[in-house]
């Protein structure tokens, strides 16, 4: 007797129910290029106006690029330890769960994915622009609608290669630097003129990189906060073939087309995203030394001495804290920005007995979404 239509549907898994198992994908030299890529970024482009502005003098600004690279060290050793004990897709977002609980995890995953993120692509996306239209602008300011047009051209390429694979000086003055988004193309100018050429191509690549591999990683934090969660499930799932999270990443590039049409000041989206990610860092750090304590018998292939997190502690809470003084109104911002987590914690976490007509609206919604991006429920078992 032949199975019926119910019959044939019952044995047939739902797209809702299927799985795809996670396989990583990633080699040793393709974690290098990502390292590297989020490493470089677009900050170290345009970064140089603004240090030489406050600090005001070339032997000044010097120091305070050593300095900064010696806390970067520091900051990289913490991370080198919490990445190595707890082997987890997720990255810091992870670690603050563990150390503090759900809560500080998710405040971490909310300004990732909210504030975050968004705007470092957005950051690499309008630098790589500035370079390239320097080819066409050399004495004037390029059109703000340009620069925005390529802009969104950049972000669709970002946006393509990520839904289609897992696997991805003196000779300057002051007054130049200051003056000049775009410091390598500036440089090149006064020192060879050939490398105006070439110095955009490189710029544009490295940004176009950071771009690439921030949407990379935020996707994978998505991905873990669902599962564990903290966000809605629908971000936990992935693409049945490519093992993309498509969803978390379309909703990452929604988000950094309002920042880049919204926000135009460069100076104003590194104040934003450095106040906020260096609040977060601080978490981070004291969560290392909280997590020794909570779980002193784990494995630690990296085990760094006591000092080193604690000195580094030490200096983001100066860092912090003078930044605070100086600049209330930038960090009564950042802090209101963070605060906007209490009541997305509050609705989309604790409340647990949720009207059934919301339910019954969101798994709809969700099932929809599955269908048309052919996302499923990723088994993972880390």
């Known amino acids: ?19 795809t198992k996670h396989q990583p994908t990633m080699g040793l030299l393709d974690a290098i290029n990502l390292l590297l890529a989020c490493i470089i970024g677009s900050g170290i482009f345009i970064s140089a106006k603004a240090v030489l502005e406050f600090s005001g003098s070339y032997g000044f600004s010097i120091v305070v690029w050593i300095s900064c690279g010696i806390l970067c060290i520091m900051g990289a050793l913490c991370y080198a330890e919490l990445g190595c004990a707890y082997v987890s897709s997720g990255g810091d977002y992870t670690y603050l769960r563990v150390a503090f609980g759900n809560f500080v995890g998710f405040l971490r995953v909310w300004v990732e994915v909210a504030l975050s993120r968004p705007m470092i692509v957005v950051l690499s996306v309008l630098t790589a622009s500035n370079y390239l239209v320097y080819w066409f602008y050399p004495t004037c300011p390029a059109p703000d609608r340009l620069v925005k047009c390529l802009s969104s051209f950049l972000l669709l390429i970002v946006g393509f290669i990520n839904l289609t694979s897992a696997k991805w000086t003196n000779a300057l003055s002051a007054y130049e630097i200051l003056m000049s988004d775009a410091t390598a193309v500036s440089f090149a100018e006064r020192v060879w003129r050939p490398l105006l050429y070439i110095i955009p191509i490189g710029v544009t690549m490295s940004c176009v990189g950071a771009a690439s591999g921030n949407i990379f990683t935020i996707g994978q934090m998505f991905n873990v906060a669902g599962r564990d969660g903290l966000m809605p499930h629908i971000f936990s799932m992935k693409h049945y073939e490519t093992n993309v999270p498509m969803i978390a990443i379309l909703c990452e590039l929604i988000l950094s087309f309002v920042f880049l049409f919204f926000m135009t000041n460069i100076g104003q989206l590194i104040i934003c995203v450095g106040m906020i990610n260096w609040i977060c860092i601080l978490l981070a750090a004291i969560g290392l030394i909280v997590l020794r304590y909570k779980h ?52 989309g976490v604790m409340w647990k007995n949720k009207p059934k007509s919301f339910t019954r609206q969101y798994n709809s919604f969700a099932i929809m979404l599955q269908k048309v991006f052919h996302v499923v429920h990723d088994e993972h078992t880390d």
């Open 1 to 19: 007797m032949a199975p019926s239509s119910g019959d044939h549907a019952a044995n047939v898994p739902s797209l809702s129910t299927r799985t």
């Open 296 to 347: 002193p018998d784990r494995e630690r292939p990296i085990k760094i001495p006591l000092p080193i997190p604690i000195l580094f502690i030490i200096s983001l809470v100066v860092l912090i804290g003078a930044s605070a003084i100086q600049d209330v109104e930038n960090i009564t911002t950042s802090l209101l920005l963070l605060a906007t987590a209490i009541p997305a914690y509050i609705f």
